[in-house]
């Protein structure tokens, strides 16, 4: 019998027997998250299997955020977080309310990714977790309902892909354009219900920040999951926020050696900034390959690249130099913390002076949900994850994805640049 992957060992404790890829599991679930868009589905399905009086199986494994549409934004929008305020007082679970920000920088931050736990939330990005060697994943309301009155779930353990990056990033070249290179080269689906796993001598050096926007995007290759292992700068990040040590070391695992899995190999030393183009996340050039573009519209932030390192490179970038005539730029940190970074670091004043706004934590123009609305005919070049037709308002609107660098270099030149050229 060959070794067991991380996946294989996360699902076999989560499963109390030894599991491989292709086994079908009824899960313990270690952690649940809902949001303010998907989280009142989950609430209503939980009430419809336990009756009106149920109670949820743990409080204390389940976190309630609002980040899409903070400050409610409708009359519908409020109406949701009422319900879900009730629900958690309610239960007792905790709720941090429109108060922290975007679920996927406020679930780690403040410290309830731990490694080798099996997370699950109703939003397909909670892969992000994974940068911290858990096993996270997506799954629907109605699934989350499930989860809410058992505690379990069934999964088919995935097979894994290990992507091996190797070398260093040139200068002004950041993880974003990495997993878009790779995303790029498998495709949309190329990764379907695989666990991602990142590993190599440039992954290695990656920080905490650029890994979870690598787990980030694994969803948008198909993967289930995107994993780096918890090594010591994992460990680092995770005693700083996270109460009970103890919990750490008795979950955390790594792979072995002789694990059955599949492998690409990356060497980023050349590696050009990246481009995704409209409107598929797969549909990647190096930035020298995109036609001159004029822009409308720059979103630097999300769940993906909306950390205080994000911002103060787009920064750097931009070294005072006003926002281009004609062009938005928005601007908006992941998290309360993260903002407070960017705040003390004087950041919000140059970019309040160089004619940007800056809004409080929430995903904002990310799913075109409160504000930021592109309209027809508009070009955005964003951080976020996701450049679908319609994603970020008028479905005859075009939605390029990029790094921070870029994203602040495009911003004073009111086209898509290359940061190397600033």
Not at 41 to 51: D, H
Not at 240 to 264: F, H, N, W, Y
């Amino acid at each position: 019998m060959t070794g067991q992957t991380l996946s294989e060992k996360i699902f076999s404790r989560a499963a109390k027997k030894q599991v491989h890829a292709g086994d079908f599991v009824m899960a313990d679930i270690d952690c649940a998250m809902i949001h303010d868009i998907t989280g009142p589905l989950a609430v209503k399905g939980f009430y419809e299997i336990a009756g009106g009086d149920g109670r949820v199986w743990d409080p204390s494994k389940i976190v309630i955020l609002f980040d899409h549409q903070v400050p409610a934004d409708s009359l519908k929008a409020a109406e949701n977080h009422l319900m879900l305020r009730r629900f958690a007082e309610e239960q007792g679970i905790l709720n941090y309310d429109i108060f922290c920000g975007v679920c996927h920088q406020v679930m780690p931050e403040k410290g309830h990714v731990i490694p080798g736990s099996l997370m699950v939330g109703t939003d397909s990005h909670t892969c992000t977790y994974g940068a911290l060697g858990s096993f996270a994943t997506g799954i629907g309301s109605t699934d989350m309902s499930s989860v809410f009155a058992t505690g379990k779930l069934w999964f088919m353990v995935p097979k894994t892909l290990q992507l091996l990056i190797e070398g260093r990033l040139p200068a002004r070249v950041t993880s974003k354009d990495v997993i878009l290179r790779i995303i790029g080269d498998i495709g949309a689906d190329g990764a379907n219900y695989l666990a991602c796993e990142f590993r190599g001598d440039a992954s290695s050096r990656m920080e905490v920040p650029e890994r979870m926007t690598m787990a980030n995007m694994a969803i948008e290759m198909g993967a289930k999951a995107g994993m780096f292992d918890p090594d010591d700068m994992a460990l680092k990040y995770l005693q700083e926020r996270v109460k009970d040590e103890e919990a750490i070391s008795k979950l955390i695992v790594q792979g072995d050696e002789d694990a059955a899995v599949a492998r690409r190999h990356w060497d980023v030393n050349g590696l050009e900034p990246q481009v995704a183009l409209p409107h598929n996340v797969d549909n990647v050039l190096p930035i020298t390959e995109v036609p001159r573009t004029r822009i409308d519209q720059v979103f630097l932030g999300s769940c993906t690249n909306g950390r205080f390192e994000d911002i103060k490179l787009a920064s750097d970038l931009m070294n005072g130099e006003p926002v281009a005539k004609g062009v938005r730029m928005i601007v908006v940190p992941a998290s309360r913390t993260e903002y407070l970074k960017v705040l003390k670091a004087g950041l919000v004043e140059k970019f309040m002076e160089a004619g940007a706004m800056v809004e409080s934590p929430c995903c904002g123009p990310c799913m075109g949900g409160s504000f930021g609305l592109l309209g027809p005919g508009e070009v955005s070049l964003s951080t976020s994850n996701r450049n679908f037709m319609g994603r970020q308002g008028s479905p005859k609107a075009f939605v390029y994805l990029g790094s921070p660098a870029t994203a602040g270099a495009s911003a004073i030149t009111g086209y898509i640049t290359d940061p190397r050229e600033v």
